[in-house]
């Protein structure tokens, strides 16, 4: 499998600091998967649907692997990402994880209504941050699998 077969790890996270401790995480894993990076959830939206900044972004390029979503955001928040492409019949079964430290019951409660695939605090010691974002890389880019059709 050549590097353009990969499936992307999308990261949704508006903090730069937790963005690029996930980031340092993933390559520490030694994924081959290309992590893309956005800040926001309208740009996580125009990344999927390839429009706004990403309307030119290759055709033959599938969805993500994993979209690895916060919830607390600017502009669009992860739940509303979370039920636009639930809302999607050809998204419906994209694997989204939650990687929020919201421990409000009502982000968790809305989270898993609107179908998310698994919901994780961040935590605070860095070390575990690292080897949690270690094993869901390379949980949903490597181990999971899912029909070719989505």
Known sequence: ???RDLKTILLVEDSSADAEMAI???REAKLANPVVHVEDGVDCIDYIYRTGRFADRDPHEGDPAVILLDIKMPRMDGLEV???LRDDPKRQRLPVVILSSSREESDLARSWDLGVNAYVLKPVDVQQFFTAV???GHFWAVLNQRPDSI
Do not use: G, I, V
Request: net charge positive.
């Open 1 to 3: 499998m050549n590097q």
């Open 24 to 26: 340092d995480a993933l």
């Open 82 to 84: 979370l039920k636009r």
């Open 134 to 136: 270690q094993t869901l």
